[in-house]
């Protein structure tokens, strides 16, 4: 997996990114600088990502619990911003129509460097569909926005 995932970003890099600035959605604060990363730091990255989004599956993601996981808060620079987040996901599972809004998988999709210490994450959640007489599942796909900032890689939510 570690080597499939640095060939696609070997070849990203190589292909300059083709169409990934015009990508809308959250955007990097300006007053926070960013820092070069080596290879061994976008492994670390992957590890991270990967990490992150496991712990989302299989587990109801609209719970006090949940919410207060202090494992989850680890990938946020602040509060605010871990807040914000929670939100957004809490509320595209419902729109989703996760039953108890639970998803059963998360699968990290693609990860792509934009620029020095900036990366987007696409991953998609996948579980039974909550509406009745649904007996197919249903799956969403987000992308997300990571930042490396003082040796650390952490989500940058939209603004809701």
Not at 33 to 47: K, L, M
Not at 98 to 111: D, I
């Amino acid at each position: 997996m570690r080597a499939r995932l640095a060939g696609g970003t070997l070849l990203w890099l190589v292909l300059g990114g083709a169409g990934c600035g015009a990508a809308a959605g959250p955007r990097p604060d300006p007053n926070v600088p960013v820092e070069a990363v080596s290879d061994g730091e976008i492994v670390q990255f992957h590890g991270r990502a990967e990490a992150f989004y496991q712990r989302l599956s299989k587990r109801r993601v609209n719970t006090i619990a949940t919410f207060q996981d202090p494992a989850l808060r680890e990938y946020f620079r602040t509060e605010g911003a871990y807040s914000d987040y929670y939100a957004n996901l809490v509320q595209a599972l419902v729109d989703a129509h996760f039953e108890r809004n639970r998803p059963l998988e998360a699968e990290v999709q693609e990860f792509a460097l934009e620029a020095p210490g900036r990366a987007r994450v696409r991953f998609r959640m996948a579980g039974d569909n909550g509406l009745p007489l649904r007996f197919w599942s249903t799956e969403l796909e987000r992308e997300d926005r990571w930042e490396r900032v003082d040796g650390q890689w952490w989500i940058v939510p939209g603004k809701l």
